[in-house]
Each structure stands twice: as structure tokens, then as C-alpha cells.
T-cell receptor, first 116, second 113 residues
Framework: DGGITQSPKYLFRKEGQNVTLSCEQN?????MYWYRQDPGQGLRLIYY???????QKGDIAEGYSVSREKKESFPLTVTSAQKNPTAFYLC???????????????FGAGSRLTVL | GESVGLHLPTLSVQEGDNSIINCAYS??????FIWYKQESGKGPQFIID?????DKRQGQRVTVLLNKTVKHLSLQIAATQPGDSAVYFC????????????FGKGTTLSVSS
């Protein structure tokens, strides 16, 4: 089955530690995205990538970093510079802009990060 | 501030009623809109979309209405069922190459039997 796999589902981190959230897709989508979701809030864009080896900052990129070495993978690192990292993180992908369904995002099941 | 927002954070309905979830957007240049459903602990799932050259689109038990004059979007769910209980988000796509979807804060729909 095609889809997006995020891991781990739950992650605990001590203050000052960097953590990396994995996101893998087998949908052959060109674009991938990371959103952050806080209770009672909408989804806020952290980073997105439309092509391998290229990515753009979203609205809340500070304290986060990403890489896009492969089309299928878009890992997100939450660094110690992120002051309030406890949240639900969602990865998504979509076909390249201009194609059929280009704007429709397919989401993973999410990763819940808790800072202790 | 938020480019896309929802009028009510929560909506409670009885099973079998019709539900209407509203969304206001501020970017008049947006040309595409999507409704997503998110169940507890899961990622959002696509429900229905509409382009700015349309004012209505129907799916299975769902209808999306777009009023560009007042920049308003609504999702209507017919014969609401307990399985429809979830958070519903609207999202807009600005008409600019290389931009991502912008999401609103969501409305929590609770359906009681």
C-alpha cells in the first residue's frame, strides 16, 4: 500500500537534546512537508521541499532543520534551539505542482514529541 | 495572523442532523481550497476540494460551498453519523508558485447518538 510512514509515533526528549523525526513516502510524490500541531491550533508549516536537495522555510522554521537527500525521505531534526518543542508533528507529501492532485496533501499518522 | 480561520471551535450535533462547518479566509488570491478531517491521534485525511472558479462541489454526503465575495467556505455534512466526530480543517492554496497549503485552526465536531 502506498502511503507515508512517520516514526517514532511517540518520542520523549530531555531539554538540550536534538531529536530527528523520520518521514518516508512511497507515493512517488515530489513535494514533502512538515507541519506542527499544538492543542486547539491549526497546522503550522515548518519546512517544505519540492525537489531533492532543495527545501524552503515555512512560517515557524526557527529551531528546526531538514534534509532531502532522497525523494522518498524528508527527516526533521528538532534542535535544542527550539524553545517549546512539545507538539504533534505531521509529515505530508503531494505530487509536483501543476500535476493532477498537485495541491492535495497526503499526511502521515504523526509523531508526538514530549520534552521532559 | 491566521490567513484561514474557522468561525466556531466546536460544534455539537445529534446523529442524523445535517452539520455545517464554516471557514473564513483572508487571501483573495487563493485559488484552491480543501477540507480535511482529523480523527484523534491521526493525521488529517482529505475530504473534498474546490477551485475558485466554482461555488459548489458535492461528494458523498458532503458539500463544499465557496463564496468568494465574502471569502467564506463551508462544509456541509448530511445525515451526520458518530463516525463523523473529528476535527475539521479548511486549507487554502495561495495562487503563487511554490507555496504550501495554509490551514485554519479547526472545528471539533461532536456527534451524539
Amino acid at each position: 500500500d502506498g502511503g507515508i510512514t512517520q516514526s517514532p509515533k511517540y518520542l520523549f526528549r530531555k531539554e538540550g537534546q536534538n531529536v530527528t523525526l523520520s518521514c518516508e513516502q512511497n507515493l512517488n510524490h515530489d513535494a514533502m512537508y512538515w507541519y506542527r500541531q499544538d492543542p486547539g491550533q491549526g497546522l503550522r508549516l515548518i519546512y517544505y521541499s519540492q525537489i531533492v536537495n532543495d527545501f524552503q522555510k515555512g512560517d515557524i522554521a526557527e529551531g528546526y532543520s531538514v534534509s532531502r537527500e532522497k525523494k522518498e525521505s524528508f527527516p526533521l531534526t528538532v534542535t535544542s534551539a527550539q524553545k517549546n518543542p512539545t507538539a504533534f508533528y505531521l509529515c505530508a507529501s503531494s505530487p509536483l505542482a501543476g500535476g493532477t492532485g498537485a495541491n492535495v496533501l497526503t499526511f502521515g499518522a504523526g509523531s508526538r514529541l514530549t520534552v521532559l | 495572523g491566521e490567513s484561514v480561520g474557522l468561525h466556531l471551535p466546536t460544534l455539537s450535533v445529534q446523529e442524523g442532523d445535517n452539520s455545517i462547518i464554516n471557514c473564513a479566509y483572508s487571501n483573495s488570491a487563493s485559488d484552491y481550497f480543501i477540507w480535511y478531517k482529523q480523527e484523534s491521534g491521526k493525521g488529517p485525511q482529505f475530504i473534498i476540494d474546490i477551485r475558485s472558479n466554482m461555488d459548489k462541489r458535492q461528494g458523498q454526503r458532503v458539500t463544499v460551498l465557496l463564496n468568494k465575495t465574502v471569502k467564506h467556505l463551508s462544509l456541509q455534512i448530511a445525515a451526520t453519523q458518530p463516525g463523523d466526530s473529528a476535527v475539521y480543517f479548511c486549507a487554502e492554496k495561495p495562487d503563487q508558485a511554490g507555496t504550501a497549503l495554509i490551514f485554519g485552526k479547526g472545528t471539533t465536531l461532536s456527534v451524539s447518538s
